[in-house]
């Protein structure tokens, strides 16, 4: 009974790809013998894939969309370099920037966003292009060698942690673990509880069907489970990363923006059915040229977090950057034709990767076997969503 | 006595929910030109289709003999192997490569695997004279007119050896002097033995040159007339055509017609592929609150390209003329000014220009007017979810919830998810482009009644159909269209079948 309600809520096409996390996350907590989810090692690989999970919030619009961006490794490593040296060269204040770098990367989002909404070029042409041109214009402005070091707080924001503001508790065999971070990961568990049962009591209002009682606390429950894991590890560590902060806001604003904004919703229309969404009368080269400008921005974050954990913006900075960021995003459930995706899905696509990364690197795997395991698991992400659909329309 | 070259007997094809044909018998005798003439979906189309192999053996019923032997095609290539050739409508031709290499596509002139090109340039030479086309075969495609075009598929017929010619609406894109000359060549070819079958709604065109006639509606035959025996005039042939009993019921009507809500001035439309190519041409009409026009016209009268270019300029180039919204004038330039002064297009092709087909029926419904669900740029979507659901109550979309997604419905909900959509928008303009097209019969009852609703709420409704019993009871006016002109308005009294199809198939003096 239990099986046929979880059968009924849970579309297999929607959920694969958390289930397919846990199995991942299972799987390589045997194998490393527990290690995956020892308490510096969930740091190491939230802090490690932050830039890539950036990126890839912002891929998975241009994908949803029906475009591609090939470039934003080239952009991470100029918005890196253009940091550097407002930061290190021309001393400015580290706010004001990252406030340029950030102008910045919207610029290189506009001109690629251009010539792709309004040129009508392909974004898979124009992208490309912009791959080698952000790269040479790094190259010019670093020459050939790093830039650094950057200053303590943009190195803080990429690479460190909340201070104990109020102190260790002791949580037993577990020891002692910061009181700050466990009382966030309380609350956002208590905001997250509040505004699922809002909705589904509106919802019911609006006498919309839901899902039954037993399953939503089952959803819910789970859903704490994996915070609460997360965020006692983190507490026992050294408290939480700023990094997870920032992602934890994006995270929330562009799922927000994706599911309730008209902006969003739009974005969906146009990747469903680009003819469709221009007679319904919306301006589909303004949204194209708005998400690429939005990629652009979240490019420059990378950019940014990816050079202060560095403490240096290098010539070879977010090489490759691009397919990771792609590939998290087709893990993710986003579609080939576009018009699919979400945000969380992106990001666990690209957490996906992330354990497969650090699992496969702490049982000694060599990278050639790493970029195998990653080379099949996208392929068969994709293979499996093709299945299902035409599964479906059979 | 028995010189036939293609008989077809008892041909009945069935396409899902539809019986495209029913029972059709056609004899073609050697070396005539055999015309076939129906309205747009009496089945001439999917009869030659089922001929050469489109519809392969197995998936109709009924026979083929060519030549005297039994034939099973399974598809193109081997009813082409026979010498049965067909030139689509839409021009088959590569625009980038040679005249040429488009005669001799998939055909080439080569020796051990490679292309002799003197010998392939030499013949397609020797083709064209024959055709009467003064080129050179190195020509791209892309470089001559739309005349010369079909000249070069012909001469691309002819190189695989034809016997027998299909030509579909090979006159419709045409201009006078093209077609006139195009209609020589095949004269020319009957002489040489070529027996050729041709589809036209010209039907001028077809009492000058066809040798027979067959008539079809509604997928069956209708009649075959031989024009040897005794001529017959373009009246005897729309007579055929047409004489349909109104088999179809449409819910009664009293309309209460008030002021005028749209009108169109001397409006011009020009063609975005074809340079200079008049695809409107001063036309005027007007709309008023409800009241339901109709819009009646063949296939490439340019009804869809009207509607379209009035809806924000969504096709056409170097469009002039006037709209009146309510009596005064507007500057529609986008979709967005247009829904903005309450026009609203649903369109003839929902799968390709109407629906996002992934996403479900509430989203499909509000996507025209997202932001008046919104405040501040969020959406409320349990609004969207109460909107959508009020619309699958009172349009009887039949759907588990508004949650289903569109690409699963059937037709005639599919089009009433498009019209729920084009209603949210609130305008008081609402143009149909086929809005029946594809839907059983029940359904097309529905959709009437949503129709006569919407002008009883006092909406300007123009409906354009091919159907014309479908315009007949439907609207209270209609107008015709005929190679981009108005030319004719009717009352819904003096309207008859007759009369409209005289109207549409008349040639406009130049």
Not at chain 1, 41 to 60: A, D, E, T, W
Not at chain 1, 92 to 103: D, E, G, Q, R
Not at chain 1, 314 to 343: H, R, S
Request: aromatic letters at 6%; a neutral charge.
């Amino acid at each position: 009974m239990i099986a046929s309600l979880l059968g009924r809520s849970l579309n297999i096409r929607q959920s694969g790809i958390y289930i397919a996390f846990a199995l991942i996350v299972v799987l390589f907590s045997i194998l490393t013998d527990g290690a995956l989810l020892q308490p510096q090692n969930i740091s190491n690989i939230i802090v490690q894939n932050s830039y890539i999970l950036i990126l890839s919030i912002g891929m998975i619009l241009i994908i949803i969309a029906g475009h591609i961006d090939l470039s934003v490794g080239s952009v991470v490593a100029v918005t890196g370099a253009i940091a550097a040296v407002l930061m290190v060269e021309y001393g400015l204040p580290w706010p004001l920037a990252l406030v340029i770098t950030l102008i910045s990367g919207g610029v290189i989002g506009a001109w690629q966003g251009y010539w792709i909404a309004y040129f009508g070029i392909p974004a898979f042409i124009v992208t490309l292009a912009g791959m080698l041109l952000f790269r040479a214009l790094t190259l010019t402005v670093l020459g050939n060698q790093g830039i650094g070091p950057f200053p303590d707080p943009v190195r803080t924001l990429s690479n460190g942690f909340t201070d104990g503001y109020l102190g260790n508790i002791g949580l037993g065999p577990l020891g002692g673990a910061d009181l700050f971070s466990l009382i966030v990961g309380a609350l956002v568990i208590a905001g997250m509880a509040t505004t699922q049962w809002r909705a589904r009591a509106a919802r019911l209002g609006y006498r919309q069907s839901v899902d039954p009682l037993p399953i939503f606390l089952l959803k819910l429950l789970c859903a704490a489970a994996v915070i609460i894991v997360v965020v006692v590890q983190l507490a026992r560590f050294k408290n939480l990363p700023w990094v997870l902060i920032l992602l934890a806001f994006l995270v929330l604003a562009y799922s927000l923006l994706t599911t309730r904004a008209v902006f969003g919703r739009q974005i969906y229309a146009i990747g469903g059915n680009l003819q469709a969404a221009q007679l319904s009368g919306i301006n589909v080269k303004q949204v194209v040229f708005w998400i690429f400008v939005n990629m652009g921005v979240l490019a420059a974050l990378a950019g940014v977090i990816f050079a202060g954990r560095l403490n240096q913006a290098g010539p070879t900075a977010g090489n490759a950057f691009e397919l990771d960021a792609i590939a998290a995003a087709f893990i993710g459930g986003a579609a080939v034709q576009g018009g699919v995706g979400k945000v969380v899905g992106a990001i666990t696509g690209g957490l996906i990767m992330g354990v497969i990364n650090n699992g496969m690197s702490l049982i000694g795997s060599p990278s050639e076997r790493v970029m195998l395991v990653k080379g099949i698991v996208l392929l068969a992400a994709v293979a499996f969503d093709v299945w299902t659909k035409r599964r479906a329309t059979r | 006595m028995n010189d036939d070259i293609l008989r077809m007997r008892a041909i009945t094809k069935t396409f899902p929910g539809v019986r495209a044909l029913h029972d059709v018998n056609l004899s073609v005798r050697r070396g005539e030109i055999h015309a076939i003439c129906g309205e747009n979906g009496a089945g001439k189309s999917t009869l030659m289709k089922v001929l050469s192999g489109v519809y392969p053996h197995g998936s109709y019923e009924g026979e083929i003999t060519f030549d005297g032997d039994h034939v099973r095609f399974s598809d193109i290539r081997d009813s082409e192997r026979r010498g049965i050739v067909i030139i689509h409508q839409e021009l088959a031709l590569c625009p980038q490569l040679s005249i040429a290499e488009n005669i001799f596509l998939g055909n080439e002139r080569a020796r051990r695997g490679l292309v002799d090109w003197n010998r392939t340039n030499h013949e397609a030479g020797r083709l064209l004279d024959r055709v009467g086309l003064r080129e050179s075969p190195v020509t791209a495609v892309a470089d001559i007119g739309v005349g010369k075009q079909q000249l070069v598929e012909i001469a691309k017929a002819l190189a695989k050896e034809v016997r027998l010619l299909i030509l579909d609406e090979p006159t419709a894109a045409l201009n006078d002097e093209d077609s006139a000359h195009l209609l020589d060549l095949l004269r020319g070819l009957r002489e040489d033995g070529v027996t050729c079958v041709i589809i036209s709604h010209k039907l001028n065109e077809v009492a000058s040159i066809a040798d027979s006639i067959t008539i079809l509606r509604d997928g069956k035959l209708i009649e075959t007339l031989d024009l040897a025996a005794d001529p017959v005039t373009e009246e005897r042939i729309i007579a055929g055509m047409v004489g349909r009993d109104l088999e179809h019921r449409f819910p009664p009507h009293e309309p209460n017609i008030g002021t005028e809500a749209l009108r169109i001035e001397d409006w011009t439309v020009h063609s975005p592929v074809q340079r200079g190519r008049v695809v409107v041409s001063g036309a005027t009409l007007s709309v008023r609150r409800g009241e339901i026009v109709g819009l009646a016209g063949l296939m490439g009268a340019g009804r869809t390209e009207l509607a379209m270019s009035v809806f924000g300029r969504s096709y056409g180039t170097d469009i002039s003329g006037r709209i009146y919204r309510d009596g005064h004038q507007v500057e529609i330039r986008t979709v967005r000014d247009a829904i903005r002064h309450g026009i609203a297009y649903a369109t003839e092709d929902r799968k390709r220009y109407g629906l996002n087909l992934i996403e479900d029926i509430k989203r499909n419904i509000s996507a025209a007017d997202l932001g008046r669900l919104a405040r501040r740029g969020w959406v409320d979507d349990n609004e969207e979810y109460r909107v959508a659901d009020r619309f699958r109550h009172e349009l009887g979309i039949k759907a588990p919830s508004v949650l289903s997604v569109t690409g699963k419905l059937s037709g005639g909900n599919q089009q009433k998810v498009v019209l729920s959509k084009w209603i949210f928008t609130d305008a008081d303009v609402l143009i149909l482009d086929e809005p029946t097209r594809g839907i059983d019969v029940g359904a097309k009852y529905e959709i009437y009644s949503i129709i006569n609703r919407l002008a009883d709420a006092g909406k300007a409704l123009l409906v354009i159909s091919s159907e014309l019993p479908e315009l007949l009871g439907l609207c209270d006016r209609i107008y015709t269209l005929s190679a981009g002109r108005i030319t004719g308005e009717l009352a819904r009294a003096d309207a008859t079948q007759e009369r409209l199809m005289a109207l549409m198939t008349k040639e406009q003096p130049r």
